[in-house]
């Protein structure tokens, strides 16, 4: 299986000139899975709640379309962070598309600063996506510091976590190791790079996408400050064998009896 991601630094509002600039990085490209960053079409430094609803679609807008085409033209599936509307909510989400369709979105359950204040938490239950034999799990950036999320995808079977992500903190790379050996799975985080100054928050983004594989191993990494795409060829069948010796596999030996008591 090919997979890897597209490093990009979007311009703020400029949907078109955004698509337009993957569509050039992925002229001939051909892979099974493509990780796009999270919001990857709009930029990320809002000023207001009404400038993000005028960002916001649904999943039969302007960036599903985009994604659906790439997708096609590619013969990938692809993973790419959006503004979700729905009903009277927007949420920081990213869109699976396969097959010439949408299967379906994650909407961000970790919000970072002042995302609190333009979205709404993710309200779904966590899932996998099971496209072409392989079980995809998402998160969307912030959500690396919390391994519960990971884990939870792991249980569920997934064999990659896509990650799209708006980094600025500097310690994501590093536990991305972890989150791949502590679940024997494979993550690819597609950062963005670049700085955006709105308001009063300049954000300085980190780059550094990465692939990492089950064993921790970095099998790819990005430059800090360069629009950048890579991708690796990996063997899923490695994720789904839990053991690491004949005494001990990750999940049979999980105690969940002594962890309960961490709910209350």
Not at 69 to 96: H, P, Q, R
Not at 109 to 125: A, D, R, T, V
Not at 229 to 240: E, P
Request: charged share 25%; aromatic share 12%.
């Amino acid at each position: 299986m090919k997979i890897g991601y597209i490093q990009t630094s979007p311009i703020f509002g400029e949907k078109e000139k955004n698509f337009k600039e993957i569509e050039k990085l992925t002229n001939d490209l051909k892979a099974d899975l493509i990780v796009l960053p999270e919001l990857f079409a709009t930029g990320y430094t809002f000023i207001s709640k009404k400038e993000v609803e005028s960002l916001a679609e649904g999943t039969n807008e302007e960036t599903a379309h985009f994604m659906i085409d790439l997708s096609k033209k590619t013969n990938s599936i692809i993973v790419g962070g959006f503004i979700e509307a729905e009903n009277n909510e927007i949420f920081n989400s990213a869109m699976i598309v396969s097959n010439s369709k949408v299967l379906g979105t994650y909407r961000k359950i970790h919000l970072y600063y002042k995302e609190k204040l333009w979205f709404s938490p993710g309200n779904q239950p966590l899932r996998i996506f099971k496209v072409n034999g392989v079980n995809i799990g998402i998160i969307i950036c912030f959500d690396w510091i919390f391994p519960e999320i990971s884990r939870t995808l792991a249980l569920l079977g997934a064999d990659i976590i896509a990650h799209p992500a708006n980094l600025v903190l500097p310690y994501c790379q590093n536990a991305m190791i972890t989150r791949s050996i502590e679940n024997r799975i494979f993550t690819v985080t597609s950062n963005r790079i670049g700085e955006e100054k709105r308001g009063v928050d300049d954000f300085k983004f980190t780059g550094k996408s990465q692939i990492t594989s089950f064993k921790g191993e970095i099998l790819s990494s990005a430059p800090k400050d360069k629009i950048f795409i890579d991708f690796v060829d990996i063997d899923i069948s490695k994720t789904r064998d839990k053991k690491l010796n004949e005494f001990n596999d990750l999940f049979e030996d999980r105690r969940e009896n002594y962890y309960y008591n961490i709910r209350n």
